[in-house]
């Protein structure tokens, strides 16, 4: 099962230990690279730094009161993030990001996106089309494995084109075997 966007932000985090409320999440922290959600932003009033970063693979949990992690140790300051202070300096954000197919024609910008829950793996991306596209297309869904290439402005995907499409078609019809002759009897 796949989720939205929306369910990694505003999300509760819980303390197991004391069993409080501790922060929310604001902001994801995606991973241009493996396009992978690492950690999170998050904020709130029992926190001794704001903004701070929970790893998601610090959630035990995650259910219907939000997300569960052990104790308030896990919810880290952004001074000293050595492993993820790189990709924090490339400010990366999918929501309105560019996609264009590899001719450099426009697709459209992303609105939402999907994600596993099990290893936080964006999936798919929920395209809005420019207005002259938008006559033809709502919302395009763009899965993960069309994305070829991923800079801070352009995701760059895959698509088919007209010729190679009409090159599939006549490699398939020539490759057609009448099941009801056998091969060795010639055609009259």
Same mark, same amino acid.
């Given at each position: 099962m796949l989720l939205l966007s929306e369910k990694i932000t505003g999300v509760p985090i819980m303390s197991l230990q004391t069993g409080t409320r501790l922060a929310e999440t604001t902001e994801p922290i995606? #991973?241009? %690279? &493996?396009?992978?959600?690492?950690?999170?932003?998050?904020?709130?009033?029992?926190? #001794?730094t704001t903004p701070s970063v929970l790893f998601m693979e610090d959630i035990r949990e995650a259910g219907e009161l939000g997300f569960i992690i052990d104790d308030s140790s896990r919810l880290m300051p952004l001074e000293g993030l050595v492993r993820l202070q790189g990709i924090i300096d490339e400010e990366f954000s999918l929501i309105g990001?560019?996609?264009? $197919? *590899?001719? %450099?024609? *426009?697709?459209?910008?992303?609105?939402?996106?999907? /994600? &596993?829950?099990? $290893?936080?793996?964006? +999936? +798919?991306? /929920?395209? *809005?089309? %420019?207005?002259? +596209? &938008?006559?033809?297309? $709502?919302?395009?869904?763009?899965?993960?494995?069309?994305i070829i290439d991923v800079t801070n402005k352009v995701i760059t995907i895959d698509t088919p084109d007209v010729? @190679? &499409?009409? *090159? #599939?078609?006549?490699?398939?019809?020539?490759?057609?075997?009448?099941? /009801?002759?056998?091969? @060795?009897?010639e055609p009259r």
């Open positions: 995606i #991973d241009p %690279g &493996s396009l992978t959600i690492l950690a999170s932003y998050v904020e709130g009033q029992n926190l #001794d990001i560019l996609i264009v $197919d *590899k001719r %450099g024609a *426009k697709i459209g910008k992303v609105i939402n996106y999907s /994600f &596993s829950p099990e $290893d936080y793996a964006v +999936q +798919q991306l /929920f395209v *809005k089309p %420019g207005l002259l +596209q &938008s006559i033809m297309h $709502d919302t395009r869904i763009i899965h993960r494995n069309q010729k @190679d &499409s009409l *090159k #599939d078609r006549a490699e398939k019809a020539s490759t057609y075997v009448n099941p /009801f002759r056998s091969p @060795d009897i």
